[in-house]
Each structure stands twice: as structure tokens, then as C-alpha cells.
């Protein structure tokens, strides 16, 4: 496809489940991020990748939260034992390089709710 | 004090009139500005970038960077119904971590 991609873009959990989003950037993008978005806030850094490199992490609110980029290209963020405060839209976005002013270019995100 | 801020709104301006948005930022060794429209249930988009101070002009957007005072602004020109949105400031803080204002709220009214 054309743009950024995830899935699921909706996702209900029991508190205490685990979650594994996925995003496809767009083909060739070096750069990938994760974002977590609350209602009425804007969207908070999770973590960043560069090509198969995880560089930051200081984003992850918690040790269970896990995010992988194995091949370089789809990245899965992970929820484990999850918790209703991890209720949010997580956003994925992806540039075409390294750069710190590379255009971000965000996927649809997926909106999870933790019962 | 947050590291990008923005006034909540909701701003509301008339169909063609002048919409000023603006955001403060915290670190002076940010170097890279951007603002982004997010509609409702949608994902952002960008709108327009800056790293130099001044003003750039895109269309009808104009982004105004004045980082001795460490302010970032965005004038939308003829203002329509449809640039109702949300509008997230976003500054590079150091190495590729982004950090986004709360965003400001625009209503256009017909």
C-alpha cells in the first residue's frame, strides 16, 4: 500500500491480557516510530527504530511494554499483562530516512481499550 | 513546565478570517519545528515543518520560528469550515525523540 499501515485498528482487552500491535511502514522508510496517544492529549513518544535498530526506548512507560523491528521493515509493539491505564491509540509513523527532520508519515492507529 | 506547550482552545474564528496558533517550547537546543492537523478520530498530518528563524509560506499557511524566544507559531490565511481541527505543535528535542504539544483546537464557523 501507499501509506502506513496497522492493525488491529480496534482491540478490546481484559486488564491482565496481552497485546501485540502491528505496524507496516511505508516500503523503503528507514525510520519508524511509536506513539501513545490519550484522549485530548497529543501523541507521546514511545520509541524509535532506525532500520532494524532499536536506538530509543525511553518513551516505554514500562518494562511491559516491548517493541520489535526484527527485518528492518513491520515493527510489533507489545503489551504485556496490560493495564486500563495502557487505554490509548497507539500510532505508528515512519520516515524515509535517518534525519531529524524527516516528514513523519502516521498510520491510522490502533485504539486499544483495557476493561 | 512541559517540554512543548500549547493553549487548548477551543479557538474560534470566522470563515476567512486570520486563525493564529502558537506553542512554546522548553529546550533551546531544539532544532527542528513542525505542526501537524489532526481531525477527530483521524491520524496528524503534516502541515508544514521550519528549523530556521523567520517565516515560511506554504499556500495559506505561514509558520513563524523565533527561537530566541523559543516560540513557534502557524497562521492559517482564509480560514475555511474544513481547517476545523485539531493543530499539534512538534519539536525535535534532541536525537529522533519528537515531542508533540496537547494540541489547540480550531473551529472555523461558516
Known amino acids: 500500500g501507499a501509506g502506513v499501515s496497522q492493525s488491529p485498528r480496534y482491540k478490546v482487552a481484559k486488564r491482565g491480557q496481552d497485546v501485540a500491535l502491528r505496524c507496516d511502514p511505508i516500503?523503503?522508510?528507514?525510520?519508524l516510530f511509536w506513539y501513545q496517544q490519550a484522549l485530548g492529549q497529543g501523541p507521546e513518544f514511545l520509541t524509535y527504530?532506525?532500520?532494524?535498530?532499536?536506538?530509543?526506548k525511553s518513551g516505554l512507560p514500562s518494562d511491559r511494554f516491548f517493541a520489535e523491528r526484527p527485518e528492518g521493515s513491520v515493527s510489533t509493539l507489545k503489551i504485556q499483562r496490560t493495564q486500563q491505564e495502557d487505554s490509548a491509540v497507539y500510532l505508528c509513523?515512519?520516515?524515509?530516512?535517518?534525519?531529524?527532520?524527516?516528514?513523519?508519515?502516521f498510520g491510522p492507529g490502533t485504539r486499544l481499550l483495557v476493561l | 513546565q512541559k517540554e512543548v506547550e500549547q493553549n487548548s482552545g477551543p479557538l474560534s474564528v470566522p470563515e476567512g478570517a486570520i486563525a493564529s496558533l502558537n506553542c512554546t517550547y522548553s529546550d533551546r537546543g531544539s532544532q527542528s519545528f513542525f505542526w501537524y492537523r489532526q481531525y477527530s478520530g483521524k491520524s496528524p498530518e503534516l502541515i508544514m515543518f521550519i528549523y530556521s528563524n523567520g517565516d515560511k509560506e506554504d499556500g495559506r499557511f505561514t509558520a513563524q520560528l523565533n527561537k530566541a524566544s523559543q516560540y513557534v507559531s502557524l497562521l492559517i490565511r482564509d480560514s475555511q469550515p474544513s481547517d476545523s481541527a485539531t493543530y499539534l505543535c512538534a519539536v525535535n528535542i534532541k536525537g529522533f525523540k519528537t515531542i508533540f504539544g496537547a494540541g489547540t483546537r480550531l473551529f472555523v464557523k461558516a
Open positions: 509513523a515512519s520516515s524515509l530516512g535517518k534525519g531529524t527532520q524527516e516528514t513523519q508519515y
Open positions: 516500503s523503503g522508510h528507514v525510520s
Open positions: 527504530f532506525q532500520n532494524e535498530a532499536q536506538l530509543d
